[in-house]
T-cell receptor, first 118, second 113 residues
Framework: AQKVTQAQTEISVVEKEDVTLDCVYETRDTTYYLFWYKQPPSGELVFLIRRNSFDEQNEISGRYSWNFQKSTSSFNFTITASQVVDSAVYFCALSEGGRRGGSEKLVFGKGTKLTVNP | DAGVIQSPRHEVTEMGQEVTLRCKPISGHDYLFWYRQTMMRGLELLIYFNNNVPIDDSGMPEDRFSAKMPNASFSTLKIQPSEPRDSAVYFC???????????FGPGTRLTVL
């Protein structure tokens, strides 16, 4: 069964620091999809990115960037020049393609709580 | 579009009472998901539907939980009888595919006393 591990439970940084949130996944499927979601203090879940297993190109969106490495089964998320508004819980998630009996269900990691202090 | 709509936003009830949570997915989305979030267990998928048909309910904790989707624009999650350990935030989400981006509703915070 698929599994997502976010080893960092909480991270605290000072504004303008760069911060990387780690995500390690396990799957036996060759086709799978990786996601990051943000949950700010208000509680809603906000989609950030989706990556399929055949696209290892790194992605940059403003201050956000993602590093996907199949060799280490990792999909790490970096925030550059962090801001107070980045304070939230960030979840990494995995969905399998369902071709080798894998589940298409979205499985979430436990989340990393990021606090950005002014 | 208004996004995924959930009601009520907050529910406080007493142990043993029936609780019904409601969800309206985004129009055109064929998949609807129910999740539960607790501090201990994190975010867990309870059940998901495709075209109103339940596909996987293996995450439903026990027989006290049931979910229905009578049409493409409405789903319910019912707990009967409710217990204090059911206290959690319940999210509904919808998407075009099970492996695509899921759009989440604001959640229902359930407290069972």
């Amino acid at each position: 069964a698929q599994k997502v591990t976010q080893a960092q439970t909480e991270i605290s940084v000072v504004e303008k620091e760069d911060v990387t949130l780690d995500c390690v996944y396990e799957t036996r499927d060759t086709t799978y999809y990786l996601f990051w979601y943000k949950q700010p203090p208000s509680g809603e879940l906000v989609f950030l990115i989706r990556r399929n297993s055949f696209d290892e190109q790194n992605e940059i969106s403003g201050r956000y960037s993602w590093n996907f490495q199949k060799s280490t089964s990792s999909f790490n998320f970096t925030i550059t020049a962090s801001q107070v508004v980045d304070s939230a819980v960030y979840f990494c998630a995995l969905s399998e393609g369902g071709r080798r009996g894998g589940s298409e269900k979205l499985v979430f990691g436990k989340g990393t709580k990021l606090t950005v202090n002014p | 579009d208004a996004g995924v709509i959930q009601s009520p936003r907050h529910e406080v009830t007493e142990m043993g009472q029936e609780v019904t949570l409601r969800c309206k997915p985004i129009s055109g989305h064929d998949y609807l998901f129910w999740y539960r979030q607790t501090m201990m267990r994190g975010l867990e998928l309870l059940i998901y539907f495709n075209n109103n048909v339940p596909i996987d309910d293996s995450g439903m904790p026990e027989d006290r939980f049931s979910a229905k989707m009578p049409n493409a624009s409405f789903s319910t999650l019912k707990i009967q009888p409710s217990e204090p350990r059911d206290s959690a935030v319940y999210f509904c989400a919808s998407s075009f595919s099970p492996t695509g981006e899921q759009f989440f509703g604001p959640g229902t915070r359930l407290t069972v006393l």
